[in-house]
């Protein structure tokens, strides 16, 4: 099935610098959000995006939906050890039928180093 | 409120049987998704039940099926295993679209069962 373009696949930072990573797509969505997975555990939600061009924050995270609505950005500012994880992007459309179906990057591996 | 949970955590099955996976959702949540994690191809959706009816699919073979019952718990079955269906089954549930009033209807996901096929 289709996937998005997600990098870097992996990130070693030391502590207290900042992230960035980013997905594209050949197609558009209407909303890009961004989950964290830690091991053990399901993917959580960061960020919702809703509009081309909304940039939103949720305290050191912030990110951006492309003009374009087939990009999107994560950064994570001053980071600390309990960032560590895999962060996922994902796009959602409507599939019909009241539902809505998500597409998800292939991940990006944090490493944080104290 | 309890968030959505999944039995088995870990199975492991030898290739030609047949396994049965078990999520619960939150409480009032009537929309159950099924994902496949796998190391290369990522997370992908399977299908997804609302109202004990399925009203989305994905790019699965029709060895993965599944059903949601009345009380909006979900199985899902996966019959003559192959080894390449290792991976980790997620299960997210979410709540009915239209009492939402953001555009975004938030999906919660559970921790998973790894299955092993050997």
């Known amino acids: 099935g289709q996937q998005l373009n997600q990098s870097p696949q992996s990130m070693f930072i030391q502590e207290g610098e900042d992230v960035s990573m980013n997905c594209t797509s050949s197609?558009?969505?209407?909303?890009w959000l961004w989950y964290k997975q830690d091991p053990g555990e399901g993917p959580v939600l960061l960020i919702a995006?809703?509009?081309?061009?909304e940039l939103t924050s949720n305290g050191r995270l912030t990110a951006q939906f492309g003009i374009t609505r087939k990009d999107s950005f994560l950064n994570i500012s001053a980071s600390i050890p309990s960032d560590v994880g895999i962060y996922f992007c994902?796009?959602?459309?409507?599939?019909?039928?009241?539902?809505?179906?998500?597409?998800f990057g292939k991940g990006t591996k944090l490493s944080v180093i104290p | 409120k309890a968030g959505v949970t999944q039995t088995p955590r870990y199975l492991i099955k030898t290739r030609g049987q047949q396994v049965t996976l078990s999520c619960s959702p939150i409480?009032?949540?009537?929309?159950v998704s099924w994902y496949q994690q796998t190391p290369g191809q990522g997370l992908q959706f399977l299908f997804e039940?609302?109202?004990?009816?399925?009203?989305n699919k994905g790019n699965f073979p029709g060895r993965f099926s599944g059903r949601q019952f009345s009380n909006s718990r979900s199985e899902m079955n996966v019959s003559t295993l192959e080894l390449g269906d290792s991976a980790l089954y997620l299960c997210?549930?979410?709540?009915?679209?239209?009492?939402?009033?953001?555009?975004?209807?938030?999906?919660?996901f559970g921790p998973g069962t790894r299955l092993t096929v050997l």
């Open positions: 995006l809703y509009k081309a061009g």
């Open positions: 039940y609302f109202s004990e009816t399925q009203r």
């Open positions: 997210a549930s979410s709540i009915d679209r239209a009492r939402v009033l953001s555009s975004y209807n938030e999906q919660f």
């Open positions: 994902a796009g959602q459309r409507y599939s019909g039928a009241g539902s809505y179906q998500l597409t």
């Open positions: 409480s009032g949540h009537r929309s």
């Open positions: 197609s558009i969505f209407n909303t």
